[in-house]
C-alpha cells in the first residue's frame, strides 16, 4: 500500500500543524524516540498479557498501542459518533455477553417478517449477512483452479504444483498427529489426570518406562514452545479439514449455497444467520470482533479498542477454506451500502479466479469513504520480494499503482521490543504492508460465551480497525483516506534491526519492511487527528 510514501511526517502536514495553533491537546507530546529503550526483564502478568495490545511502550515496555493512555489523557469526556464497523469473518456469536451490545441492527428492516423492508436485497437482514449460508467447509483456490482443469495459464501450473505440494504434506501429517495423539494418551495415563504442565514433564525420571519417557520427549517440545495441550486437537482438525475438504477434488462446498460463483449477478443468496450453522467455526470472526468491540472494564475478560464507540456489522463471507472473490466482492460492498465507515478483513490467499471483482468493490468503497483494514498474512514471507507476490485481495497488482486510498495492511507485532518484535509468521514488504500492531497471544471473545488467546495478522488487522474506528467516531469529518494516512504518519517509528520469519539469521531494519516503517499507536493517532481536524475548520 504504498499511495502514502512512507514518512514520519510529510512537509505538508508539517506546515499544516505548525500553521493551526493552539489545540485542545497542545500539551501533549506525541510518543516517539523508542529506540533506546531497553527489553522489559519482567515477565508480563497474566492480567497484562490479557491486555498487552493497549499499554503503553515507554512507560510499560510493552509494544503496545497506547490505548489506555489514549482513553486516560486525550478521550475522557469527549464526545464520540457511533461507528459501524463491517467484520467480514467466518461468523460472529452476537449473543456473547461481552459483545451482543456492540451489535449493528439494521434500522431499515424488520425482524422475521420475510420481507425485505429495507429493500436492499436482502430479506432480513437484522444483525448483517451470511453469504455462505449453510456452508461451512470449502476448497483452498488452488484446488478450484486445478479441479477446473487446464487451461494453458500460469495460474494453472503453479495451483497444480502447490495442490500436489500440500496434498503430500497433509498426508504425512497424518501419521505425526496419531504419534501426538498417542503421546498425550500415555502421558494422561501416567499423571492419571486429565491435563499436565511442562514442569511436570520435567519431573519424569530418565529411567521411568521407555514409552513415557519417549512421550515425554515429544510432548515437552510442543508444550515449551508455549502450546497447550489443545493444540493436538487443533492440529488433528487442520489436518483432518486439508485432506477431506480443502484440497480435496471431489467436494463442492458451495453445493449448499446454491449459487454460481462465477456469476456476479447471481444473486441475492446465503441467509441471516451472521454465525453460521457451526458456533465453533465462528470462532475467529468472533475473536476479531472481540479485539475491536469487547466491552472495557467490566471484568468479564478482554477490552475492546473502540468498544463504547463502535457497532459491529456481521457479514459472513470466510468459510474452512479460502474465501470465493464473488462473497467478499459482494460483502463489501453490502457492508459500505448499509453503513459501515470502517471494513476489517482478516482473511487472504495467494490464488485468485476474479480478483477484479474485489479490487471493484475497493475502488466502491473508497468512493462512498469507507476505510477497509486487512490483515498481511501468516507465512512469514517478503510480500515484495523480486517483483511481489500475488496475495489476494489487494489494491494493487504486483506493486503496481495503487487503485485507492482507503486500504490499509497490517503486519503483527510480538510484546517484546527486542529483535524479535516481529511475529514470526507476519509477512511484510516495504510496498504492500503499511503498519504492524499487536498480533500474538491476543485475548479476546470466542463462541461458546468465553475468551481465549490467538494470534495472527487476522489479530492484528483489527487492532488496527479499532483504532480506525476511534479517529472517525471522535473526528467524523475526517476521510478514510486521511485517516489511513493519520494511522501511517503517527505510528511510532522504529529503527533498529529486527528478526524476520524467526529466523536469527535474517534481519533487517524494521524501517525497510512497511510502508511507514511504524507501529501503531492510538494515542499519536487522536493527537494527529485532532491537530488535522482543527486544520480543516
Request: proline content about 3%; hydrophobic content about 40%; some cysteine.
Amino acid at each position: 500500500m504504498r499511495l502514502l510514501k512512507p514518512v514520519y511526517l510529510s512537509a505538508a502536514l508539517a506546515l499544516v500543524l505548525a500553521s493551526c495553533g493552539g489545540t485542545k491537546f497542545s500539551n501533549y507530546t506525541p510518543i516517539g524516540g523508542v529506540d533506546h529503550l531497553p527489553k522489559r526483564t519482567t515477565a508480563l502478568t497474566d492480567e497484562q498479557l490479557k491486555r498487552w495490545s493497549h499499554l503503553d511502550l515507554v512507560r510499560d515496555t510493552v509494544p503496545g498501542m497506547s490505548v489506555d493512555r489514549a482513553y486516560q489523557e486525550l478521550l475522557k469526556g469527549k464526545k464520540a459518533t457511533k461507528v459501524v464497523v463491517g467484520v467480514i469473518d467466518s461468523g460472529i456469536e452476537i449473543e456473547h455477553d461481552d459483545l451482543k451490545k456492540a451489535v449493528w441492527t439494521n434500522p431499515k428492516e424488520k425482524a422475521a417478517n420475510g420481507i425485505d423492508d429495507d429493500q436492499n436485497g436482502y430479506i432480513d437482514d437484522i444483525h448483517g449477512w451470511n453469504f455462505l449460508g449453510k456452508a461451512v467447509h470449502e476448497n483452498l483456490e488452488y484446488t478450484r483452479i486445478v479441479k477446473k482443469g487446464d487451461d494453458g495459464t500460469e495460474q494453472y501450473k503453479k495451483a497444480l504444483a502447490k495442490h500436489r505440494e500440500e496434498i503430500n504434506e497433509a498426508v504425512q501429517s497424518k501419521p505425526r498427529v496419531d504419534i501426538l495423539i498417542n503421546a498425550n494418551k500415555e502421558l494422561l495415563a501416567y499423571f492419571k489426570a486429565d491435563t499436565y504442565t511442562l514442569q511436570d514433564l520435567e519431573k519424569i525420571d530418565a529411567k521411568a518406562d521407555s514409552k513415557i519417557v519417549q512421550a515425554k520427549n515429544i510432548m515437552y517440545g510442543i508444550l515449551s514452545r508455549g502450546n497447550d495441550l489443545s493444540v493436538i486437537d487443533k492440529y488433528r482438525k487442520q489436518v483432518e479439514s486439508k485432506l477431506e475438504y480443502q484440497l480435496n477434488v471431489e467436494f463442492n462446498g458451495r453445493a449448499l449455497t446454491g449459487d454460481n460463483p462465477d456469476d456476479l449477478n447471481d444473486v441475492p443468496y446465503g441467509d441471516n444467520n451472521v454465525m453460521g450453522p457451526d458456533r465453533d467455526e465462528a470462532m475467529h470472526g468472533t475473536h476479531v470482533a472481540g479485539i475491536i468491540a469487547q466491552e472495557r472494564h467490566n471484568n468479564l475478560g478482554g477490552d475492546g479498542v473502540a468498544s463504547d464507540v463502535v457497532e459491529i456489522m456481521a457479514v459472513r463471507a470466510v468459510p474452512d477454506g479460502d474465501e470465493y472473490d464473488k462473497d467478499i466482492a459482494l460483502a463489501i460492498r453490502y457492508a459500505v451500502d448499509n453503513g459501515a465507515k470502517v471494513i476489517n478483513g482478516s482473511f487472504g490467499k495467494y490464488f485468485e479466479t476474479h480478483s477484479q471483482w474485489v479490487r471493484d468493490a475497493i475502488v466502491y468503497a473508497a468512493e462512498k469513504d469507507v476505510l477497509i483494514v486487512v490483515a498481511a498474512g501468516n507465512d512469514a514471507l517478503d510480500l515484495n520480494k523480486d517483483g511481489g507476490v500475488d496475495r489476494f485481495p489487494n489494491d494493487n497488482v504486483r506493486m503496481g499503482k495503487e487503485i485507492s486510498d482507503n486500504f490499509l495492511v497490517v503486519g503483527a507485532l510480538n510484546p517484546e521490543f527486542s529483535e524479535k518484535l516481529i511475529a514470526s509468521f507476519s509477512n511484510y514488504g516495504h510496498y504492500d504492508v503499511d503498519v504492524f500492531a499487536p498480533g500474538v497471544k491476543i485475548y479476546a471473545t470466542v463462541p461458546h460465551n468465553t475468551y481465549d488467546f490467538l494470534q495472527g495478522t487476522s489479530m492484528a488487522s483489527p487492532n488496527v480497525a479499532g483504532v480506525a474506528a476511534l479517529v472517525r467516531a471522535y473526528y467524523p469529518k475526517l476521510t478514510a483516506g486521511q485517516v489511513k494516512k493519520i494511522l501511517m504518519d503517527s505510528g511510532i517509528a522504529i529503527d533498529k534491526e529486527v528478526i524476520l520469519g524467526g529466523k536469527p539469521t535474517d534481519k533487517r531494519n524494521f524501517k525497510a519492511i512497511s510502508t511507514s516503517g511504524k507501529i501503531v499507536n492510538a494515542y499519536n493517532a487522536i493527537l494527529l487527528a485532532d491537530q488535522v481536524s482543527r486544520a480543516k475548520k
